[in-house]
């Protein structure tokens, strides 16, 4: 009988490990849809090699995509440890009005593209279906600044464009809805440093140095995956 009891007992024991077990231990493939809430600082320009004016700050609020791949660890019954990489693969833009010095300056329209992040996301298992996490990482994307002033250069023409490189922070759930497939939500912060602009001239002859504007983003996405 009591032999009966232990082995009734180790069971228990055994399929209760089982059943906390998380889901999310392993690869998964993920994809997001969005909100991308992008702001540009002010920064100073230099035309020609006398003048500087000074470009407004703007923000700006566009459709978000992001594609993503990672591997969850396990850590033990509570927590796994993940490594990850995503890609937004949806340009965003932000415009500005304001003015400059000496010019009939109107504003610029940013473009944000090629962002890719590559982090880690410890990740607190709720039970065996749901999970929650946090995100941290490296972060790196294109920023193309086109001039929409009429006082100098043509109207459209590029004014900077190069990369910028700065961090992501993030905090998330996934919860399994079938077999392999779960739905998501992630809000997001990026920030990054001054764009990495070379000296650029405009058609009229005009150069403009020194332009190296600051960017940060808000992000929220809700999405599908699937863990393999």
């Known amino acids: 009988m009591k032999i009966k009891l232990l082995v009734a007992a180790a069971t228990t024991v055994m399929a209760s490990s089982v059943m906390a077990q998380s889901v999310f231990v392993g690869a998964y493939g993920q994809l997001g849809i969005g909100f991308d809430q992008n702001t540009i600082s002010s920064s100073s320009e230099t035309l020609g090699y006398v003048e500087?004016?000074?470009?407004?700050?703007?923000?700006?609020?566009?459709?978000?995509?992001?594609v993503g791949l990672g591997y969850n660890f396990k850590l033990n019954e509570d927590f796994l440890l993940g490594v990850g990489a995503d890609y937004g693969f949806v340009p965003?833009?932000?415009f500005n009005g304001g003015s400059a010095a000496n010019t009939s300056f109107t504003g610029t329209q940013t473009k944000i593209s090629n962002r890719y992040n590559i982090f880690v996301t410890p990740g607190y298992v709720i039970d065996?279906?749901?999970?929650?996490?946090?995100?941290?990482?490296?972060?790196?994307?294109?920023?193309?600044?086109?001039?929409l002033t009429t006082g100098?250069?043509?109207?459209?023409?590029?004014?900077?464009?190069?990369?910028?490189?700065g961090y992501v922070l993030g905090?998330?759930?996934?919860?399994?809805?079938?077999?392999?497939?779960?739905?998501?939500?992630?809000?997001?912060?990026?920030?990054y440093s001054g764009a990495n602009f070379a000296a650029t001239t405009l058609s009229d002859g005009t150069t403009i140095s020194g332009y190296s504007p600051k960017?940060?983003?808000?992000?929220?996405?809700?999405?599908?995956g699937y863990k393999f």
């Open 215 to 224: 960017t940060n983003a808000y992000q929220f996405l809700v999405g599908v």
């Open 152 to 165: 100098y250069g043509t109207y459209g023409e590029t004014m900077g464009s190069g990369s910028a490189n």
């Open 52 to 66: 500087t004016s000074s470009v407004p700050s703007s923000s700006g609020g566009s459709f978000a995509g992001v």
């Open 171 to 191: 905090l998330g759930y996934k919860q399994m809805v079938a077999s392999g497939f779960y739905g998501f939500g992630e809000a997001n912060y990026y920030s």
């Open 128 to 147: 065996k279906d749901k999970l929650a996490y946090l995100k941290a990482g490296y972060s790196s994307q294109t920023v193309k600044i086109t001039d």
């Open 92 to 94: 965003s833009s932000a």
